[in-house]
């Protein structure tokens, strides 16, 4: 039976230092439960051991100095590209902490609970808008000083560490200053730079760094687990840049596969001013319907839900005091929803840049003649076209400007204002 590091795919470096970490925090359990004074001198490891469990915080941190392969520390970060398993291995991490076995076996409840997201213990907080406010982060915070209902740890998991408010990276700070003894904080985001983690929250944490896992390693997850054909399977690893969740998607999902399609057709049908407008428009379009397809069955449930507590309808006493306060709480979710939506039409324009960006790397690397396998197998002959008639630089150039419309949507440039400005620069060369 796999245990739960089976899915980080192409991480062994990584999940060695968690296994260590994992077995080490189950060591400080295990001297906590004991009754102190015999064992101390019955084990000479007891003062180390017992110095861990110890409710004073500090001495569980290896921190920066101490050994970086092995030991339990209050606050990790789990850095890497997107898809490289960040989240999942935050949570295999969680698992394994939570396991009766202390290693992370798959199959005890504590592993199961935890990885099907009931562990009474185990708090996720994923923004569902651009950021995580103070008041999400203050609530947890206070949630996760209480002592562990199992009798183990505290985990809280933070994804998108990156999209914390000011304010709640402020809030985080202190709990991960002054922890709890039991509590447990584990970060996700995409770097250590100071513009994901700010850097007094990085200095308290120990970082595992993931790597982008080679298309060869995400086939092989897809045809073992998924069930996917080898053949499929070699080609969506490919196509999705190592990125796994994406590639699964690409496998199962024809809809997928027909945006990549729409999207890998842009570069030949750039012929002039007026088609690189409008494929600007296609791009933005399909980005929205497809974000409008990813929220409006929350959306619809949420404001369903919302009514019925406010008891939409009412026409007794106490009714029109009611629809007064309601007008309030039915804008906030308004806003969480625009929030969100916002979010998920990025996430979407995101994904169609990052495969546009493939297109021009084949052009590049076949320009080059780079001994490369390409990232689009079905649209390479089209690429090796583009490079022979746009030469390295020309395909460069056309990459640099995919990856600029990238990164000045991330910096708030409005998306249409960016897009246009790339489709542009791709026909002009
Ligand atoms: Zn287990």
Redo the contacts with the bound molecule.
Sequence with gaps: MP??FADLVGQDEAVDTLRRAAASAAAVLRTAHLPAPAVAAADPEYDELAALADDDPAPVTAGPAGDPGAGMTHAWIFTGPPGSGRSVAARAFA??L????G??????????TTLTGTHADVRLVAPEGLSIGVGEMRALVLRAASTPSGGRWQVVIIEDADRLTEAAGNALLKAIEEPPPRTVFLLCAPSTHPDDVSVTIRSRCRVVPLRQPSAAAVAEVLVRRDGITPDVARWVAAAAQGHVGRARRLAADPQARGRRDAVLAVPRRLTGVGTALDAASALIGAAEAEAEAAVAETDAAERAALQTALGAGGTGRGAAGATRGSAGQLKDLEKRQKSRATRAQRDALDRALVDLAGFYRDALTSALRAPVAPVHTDTAALAEAGGQKWAPEGALRRLEAVLACRAAIEANVKPRIAVEAMMLSLWRG
């Design positions: 245990d739960v698992a394994a939570q396991c009766g076995h290693t992370g076996c798959g199959t005890c409840p504590g592993c199961h």
